[in-house]
């Protein structure tokens, strides 16, 4: 394979992973080049939680002080069921006085790396939905349903999301099955200011079937998060959102304004996800990250972190390694322990959020608030909960200044 110096390398979609890894390779001096499918690549508006390791790429970036500005800090998970009982309550400090998350609009985080993408020596191509990706084991051709081909390219970096069409024809082993469950979400000003404070990731939950959350976002707004079955959620089925006004009333009668407010404007964004396994990484020059690779429930809120990793990892393994195929060799031993165990525990977990299966509401009412309690399970929930996990028994740390250390 080629020896690394200075490579030509193709990026596909540019959403946060994508942008910050075409960012990344550039400041490092590779010729880098970006396809989006849309003519104005942009993000659907909601919000996110970003962790103390996606925070860390994104200082990285030189993007700490904008993000910090735009965003509302988190100091923890809030989570009730619908008699008020404790089922999930971590928080940040636990692991240093000074760590916390970041809820941020998805809008405002895009618009901050597409801003860093434009200033960096990338360059941009959008309106090219690239519908196939040739390669013979050494280099890579990209080819854009309107017919044109670019390329070749030393390495293309496959970042089209959760429901890449690319993955399923380069990786035909890959899995990414629908979850039977997704969600409704609207961003709203924060009225009464029910969602910061206390300044946390709150959650109001009936059984498996009835889940609201409520996420600052900085800048007065709230995203709101209603849990639903994807069969609801498909394309040209309506959503009453009058009978969803008075479940929400009833589940959470406390946020009222924001339910009124979400209701009355009716502007919701369906959201499905798909549980993400490759056999591998990459299939020759060509490497998937991101949701792409490895997308899965948000009930972890570690996606766009997870995604903002894999950049950093990557740009790190290319600096490090005299050649391509060992470069991608040392980027999949770094990424994989974390990814996998994310990828498990949100399998795992979601059923206990998001099912027709009561038994385990009932058992998640009855368990998880003692565990968030007990002392060592709840340094591990909240690990998990901080991204800072390298798998079941093992954790990473985070600094002396709360930060999370980026492996170099
Ligand atoms: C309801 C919900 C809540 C979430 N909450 C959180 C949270 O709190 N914290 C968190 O970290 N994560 C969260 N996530 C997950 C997070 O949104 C994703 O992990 C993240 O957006 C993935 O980034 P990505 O760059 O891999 O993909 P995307 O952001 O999906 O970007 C993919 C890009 O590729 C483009 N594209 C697709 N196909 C092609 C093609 N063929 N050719 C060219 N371009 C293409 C798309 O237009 C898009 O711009 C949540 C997700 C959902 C659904």
Known sequence: MT????????????GI??????????????????FERFTEPGPSGAGLLLQPTGLSVLRRLDLGD????????????????????????????????????????????????????????ARLVTGAEIVEV???????????????????????????????????????KARAPLYPWGCIWATVPDAGKIATAPAMLQQRLRGTTTMMGLLPIGQGLVTLFWSLPSAALEPGQPIDLEAWRMDALTLWPEAAALIEHAAGA??????????????RWNEGPVLFIGDAAHGTSPQLGQGANLGLLDAHALSRALAASDDLAAALALFARRRTPSVRFYCQASHLLTPFFQSHQPLLGLARDALLGPACAAPGL????????????????????LDAEGRYPLED
């Open 66 to 121: 904008q993000v910090e500005r735009l965003g509302a800090r988190i100091d923890g998970l809030l989570g009730l069921n619908h008699l008020k009982h404790v089922v999930l309550d971590l928080a940040y400090a636990d692991l240093h006085e000074a760590a916390y998350g970041l809820g941020i609009h998805r809008g405002a985080l895009f618009g901050l790396l597409h801003e860093r993408l434009q200033r960096s020596t």
């Open 134 to 172: 040739e390669h013979d084991g050494r280099r890579a051709t990209v080819v854009a349903k309107a017919g044109g081909r670019h390329g070749p390219f030393d390495l293309v970096v496959v970042a089209d999301g959760a429901h890449s069409r690319l993955r399923e024809r380069l990786m035909p």
């Open 17 to 34: 992973a994508g942008q910050a890894v075409a960012t990344f390779l550039a400041d490092a001096g590779h010729r880098v080049t970006v």
């Open 378 to 397: 709840r340094t591990m929930m909240t690990t998990t909960l901080a991204g800072l996990r390298r798998g079941w028994f093992s954790t990473d740390e």
């Open 266 to 279: 009716g502007n919701f964004t369906r959201a499905t996800y798909r549980q993400v396994t490759l056999p």
């Open 3 to 14: 020896s690394v110096g200075t490579l030509e390398v193709g990026v596909v979609g540019c």
